[in-house]
T-cell receptor, first 112, second 113 residues
Framework: GENVEQHPSTLSVQEGDSAVIKCTYS??????FPWYKQELGKGPQLIID?????GEKKDQRIAVTLNKTAKHFSLHITETQPEDSAVYFC???????????FGTGTRLKVLA | EAGVTQFPSHSVIEKGQTVTLRCDPI?????LYWYRRVMGKEIKFLLH????????ESGMPNNRFLAERTGGTYSTLKVQPAELEDSGVYFC???????????FGSGTQLSVL
């Protein structure tokens, strides 16, 4: 079945450094790729998303890139801050469905 | 605006017992979803309601799981009888039709001993 691989599972960076999380999807029909951030004790929250007709999208310190040919997409966080510490999930879905295939999550720790 | 509310936040039960999880979506959201995350693994889709109808229940693991959405408002997910492998965090999410962004609840941590 369809799956999304996510790496790394844990990532520690110094405050101010950049963090990159990578995902690979298997379903070539996927066209929507959201990223969710889950803070301790809360549910996942959408932070950025990208559609298959766009190669890159940026929102302040976060950006997402998509390579449809390779079926890769990545989350980039620049100038990391302690409040960026959380679990990040990538996901993929195909047109006409709200069923998301999530990755296994990346626990990001930003060290002050 | 109130978010998606899930109850209880934690539940510890013994194998063979029954547990019912509840989800109150954001008012006006026709779509309601249940997802589950087993320790360290992906968040896995269980099912999708559109109003009171089950649109997609392809992710339900087996017939020990029963989901309902009375009157198209809140939803319940019953596990009967619970097994050890049912342990995990059960998330509920909702969204309005036509919008892809999911609004998640805080989840119910289910532990089956």
């Amino acid at each position: 079945g369809e799956n999304v691989e996510q790496h790394p599972s844990t990532l520690s960076v110094q405050e101010g450094d950049s963090a990159v999380i990578k995902c690979t999807y298997s379903d070539s029909a996927s066209n929507y790729f959201p990223w969710y951030k889950q803070e301790l004790g809360k549910g996942p929250q959408l932070i950025i998303d990208i559609r298959s007709n766009v190669g890159e999208k940026k929102d302040q310190r976060i950006a997402v890139t998509l390579n449809k040919t390779a079926k890769h997409f990545s989350l980039h966080i620049t100038e990391t801050q302690p409040e960026d510490s959380a679990v990040y999930f990538c996901a993929a879905s195909r047109p006409g469905t709200y069923k998301y295939i999530f990755g296994t999550g990346t626990r990001l720790k930003v060290l002050a | 605006e109130a978010g998606v509310t899930q109850f209880p936040s934690h539940s510890v039960i013994e194998k063979g017992q029954t547990v019912t999880l509840r989800c109150d979506p954001i008012s006006g959201h026709d779509n309601l979803y249940w997802y589950r995350r087993v320790m360290g693994k992906e968040i896995k889709f269980l099912l999708h309601f559109v109003k009171e109808s089950k649109q997609d229940e392809s992710g339900m693991p087996n017939n020990r799981f029963l989901a309902e959405r009375t009157g198209g408002t809140y939803s319940t997910l019953k596990v009967q009888p619970a097994e050890l492998e049912d342990s995990g965090v059960y998330f509920c999410a909702s969204n309005p039709t036509g919008r892809e962004k999911l609004f998640f609840g805080s989840g119910t941590q289910l532990s089956v001993l």
